[in-house]
């Protein structure tokens, strides 16, 4: 069993800068991907990043590209989301997932919410116009 709790978010304005973290117990770690996903009001979670368990190898869904990196430090259980140049349709809850598939040949396995075992409860971003 691995435990995801996520912290970070907020209320922002367009052009700011958060940084959503989310620290995993339980089994340990570094056996993980790990990824992030975003549910706005009336939409479906999607995807918005992942990260493979050394930290290697990293996806991100096109409208983010460029502005959030994600990141990982194994020894602190931690996974990181920063999110540069926020937009107001960046809007939504934020939720840390983790897979017990450590790294997938087809990187579009990443995306699905399916591939993910575990979910955290999700933190609010907000940006405002």
């Known amino acids: 069993q691995v435990q995801l709790e996520e912290s970070g978010g907020g209320l922002v304005q367009t052009g700011d800068s958060l940084s959503l973290s989310c620290v995993a117990t339980g089994e340990p770690f570094s056996n993980y991907a790990m990824g992030w996903f975003r549910q706005g009001p009336g939409t479906e979670r999607s995807f918005v990043a992942a990260i493979s368990y050394s930290g290697i190898s990293e996806y991100y869904t096109d409208s983010v590209k460029g502005r959030f990196t994600i990141s990982r430090d194994n020894a602190k259980n931690t996974v990181t989301l920063q999110m540069n140049s926020l937009k107001p349709e960046d809007s939504a809850v934020y939720y840390c997932?983790?897979?017990?598939?450590?790294?997938?040949?087809?990187?579009?396995?990443?995306?699905?919410?399916?591939?993910?075992?575990?979910w955290g409860q999700g933190t609010q971003v907000t940006v405002s116009s």
């Open positions: 997932a983790a897979s017990l598939t450590a790294y997938f040949s087809d990187a579009d396995r990443y995306t699905r919410n399916n591939e993910y075992d575990y």
